[in-house]
């Protein structure tokens, strides 16, 4: 089964929304084995959206839509679907009902415009959003005499989800079992990299670049790169077969730069091993602001790990809370080794943690020298205690900053 | 001129990368007043590769690629459009050197396979990349007897932006006064809404969402929401006039609920307000981890404004730092009023600031109730005292956080 997604909304064109639902869909397409092979994003414009679904419609057995199913007038979703395969909208009863009943909730009137999403093309059945008034549509309807499937949905990426994990990929199951094809589903593993560049890594594993399969492919990331190692196969554990053996070649000839797979990130791989070995961990965090504390707790379960973080922006906070010594400050600056060395000692201090981490440095856009950082990683009897030093000239104020975050969550899960 | 953009690499369509050059490109296009009606997102497959660039260059004037220009196998960009137009690839050996300058610079061996890169279509100019290995083309080029303008570009974001400010805006921004059209550029402008839902505001303004010139578009963000005001003309002024001419009737009518334009966010514009009154604020953090201050400290200057910020994630911490009670904890919990307004008069004592803000809850996906969060915000002579409560079950840990975090700055904002 080939799916396509077309993702509609001017704003997508113009720039002004991260187009998240592609990640989700994307994901989700594959862990059912469909295939997507294209994806369009066109603006809120009914002969652009028609035209959008002709292409993709010839050329794809399911049909997914995001947004334009809103209440005014530029959301033409239902509308352009409706006019393309020359059906009537009919009002739906029950999600008229349903859309009233969440206004009552609220204690509020219903628009007149809100109407206009309880309809349906007639043949169509309704994909119910139990998280909002905007429900979509799931449509078999035979095209060129071959049978096709449209689901759409709205552009909130919170209801995008929820629809998709209650009803459409439920009845996307169902369908592909009903087919009853012993069809091979795409399966894959992510391996990630931390401190090897994307052209360094390829030409370490060209061969296994050149390789059909499995494929596998480089992909560059922020700061960080990634091997997908990827392959067809009739069951999961034919599929991990043929990967593990690609991956062990990997492993072989550059494992030593590899921190995690698929979904990891560095701060879920530290908290992982900070919880694996029953240790804590403290922050003193200047220039990054609480950037690195922040990526940490957004790790569930990081509470057993993290009891203490502190931003101490300014050189006040440095002195009266971490106990830098002024003439520390005056002597050799807030960006300095003997600074971070003392905000490490500080904190380490004050959270009773078996390591502490500080960072200090000039994010920019002003201060001198811009991207100048220093690092200080101790532990609780400083059997280990070291300085770092990085210079990220040459970047924005956010990528300085979540380099800075990178090299001090792979230095910490390096050294602990 | 009208843009279409292709994003080649299949790690898009299986939704592992986040697709943030379609942002920059489409502020990018718009801003040059260039329509852009059409995205595709393609896997690196040559016949798919082709199919999406043979639907493009029959309905726009220039098209735009990302992706597919790196040493790899399955980097097919460059070769697919030589043999759309069937023409032949040649080695440009000035930027041979320039890769081979950029090994020689890290002391490291080129591969082979990084001479492909120094390939381009004979009759193409090369777009040169300063960030790195990949450049890209600049190619004009003949269709159906009409002009076409083909830019390729990498897929690494910093690449692009680089490559797009260097080369290839200079060249389009040429490119249209050669047109010498007295064309019209499309202006807008984006207010900003906190606390009111989108079909409220919706209904709210809905003459002006019928209206044609200019027009206004509600979208719809994670817990906020935007009206989008656009019109065309043939220069700013023209442009300013008619939108703020919309602008004053919904300032008029839910003006309470705007809090900025264009790319404010809630963190720029409370940092611009307590920079103007000469204020500061300091957290205590517990729930949110540090995202708060995360948020505030991404602006650039909010040093001014903020000396401390502690995340006491523990009771421990609570007790030992912020002096909150230990019998408060014992009889309330640590996400309580009692709590939060304790830990907001601990913060606000250690870093002498004019404003306080403490927040405590259960962000999930463990401990109950989920989505109960306290928010404390004081000033410095507790004239001002407040807390709220938050209900914010039914969602992500990730969704918790960021809700509480905007919560809190609104309500600063709206505060000081």
Not at 326 to 352: D, H, R, Y
Not at 357 to 380: D, H, Q, R, Y
Request: with cysteine; proline share 3%.
């Amino acid at each position: 089964m080939r799916a396509e997604i077309i993702f509609i909304g001017t704003e997508l064109l113009l720039g002004q929304i991260v187009n998240s639902n592609a990640v989700f869909l994307g994901q989700e397409l594959i862990s059912l084995g469909i295939d997507c092979y294209f994806q369009t994003i066109v603006g809120d414009n009914k002969d652009r959206i028609k035209e959008a679904f002709e292409i993709a419609i010839k050329r794809s057995d399911l049909i997914i839509t995001t947004g334009g199913l809103g209440p005014t007038s530029d959301d033409l979703t239902t509308e352009c679907l409706a006019e393309f395969f020359g059906e009537e909208l009919v009002l739906d009863e029950k999600i008229l009902q349903h859309i009233q009943n969440l206004f009552d909730k609220y204690n509020k009137k219903m628009a007149e415009s809100n109407k206009k999403q309880a309809l349906r093309p007639k043949s169509a059945n309704i994909l119910f959003n139990s998280a909002g008034t905007a429900p979509g549509i799931i449509w078999q309807k035979t095209f060129n005499e071959k049978q096709k499937i449209i689901l759409t949905f709205p552009g909130v990426p919170t209801e995008v989800k929820i629809m998709w994990g209650e009803i459409a990929k439920p009845f996307l199951i169902d369908f592909l079992q009903s087919q009853n094809k012993n069809s091979e589903k795409l399966y894959f593993k992510e391996l990630k990299f931390y401190g090897i560049g994307e052209s360094d890594l390829a030409e370490k594993v060209q061969d296994l670049l050149d390789q059909n399969d499995p494929t596998t492919a480089p992909l560059a990331g922020q700061d960080e790169c990634r091997l997908r190692i990827a392959t067809k196969a009739i069951n999961e554990e034919i599929a991990n077969q043929k990967i593990s053996e690609v991956e062990s070649i990997i492993q072989k000839r550059v494992g030593q730069f590899i921190y995690g797979i698929n979904q990891e990130t560095l701060e879920s791989v530290l908290i992982e091993k900070l919880k694996y070995k029953k240790q804590t961990i403290a922050l003193a965090e200047s220039c990054t602001g609480g950037l690195i504390s922040k990526r940490l707790t957004d790790i569930p379960g990081s509470s057993v790990c993290i009891g203490l973080n502190i931003i101490t922006y300014s050189n006040e906070s440095k002195i009266s809370l971490l106990k830098v010594k002024p003439q520390t400050l005056n002597e050799f600056g807030a960006v300095s080794e003997q600074t971070v060395l003392e905000m490490s000692a500080g904190i380490i201090n004050l959270a009773k943690s078996d390591w502490a981490l500080a960072v200090s440095g000039v994010a920019g856009p002003t201060g001198k020298p811009i991207g100048e950082i220093f690092l200080a990683l101790i532990n609780a009897d400083n059997s280990f205690q070291e300085v770092k030093k990085l210079q990220l000239g040459n970047r924005s104020r956010k990528e300085i900053r979540w380099k800075t975050s990178q090299e001090a969550l792979a230095w910490i899960l390096k050294t602990i």
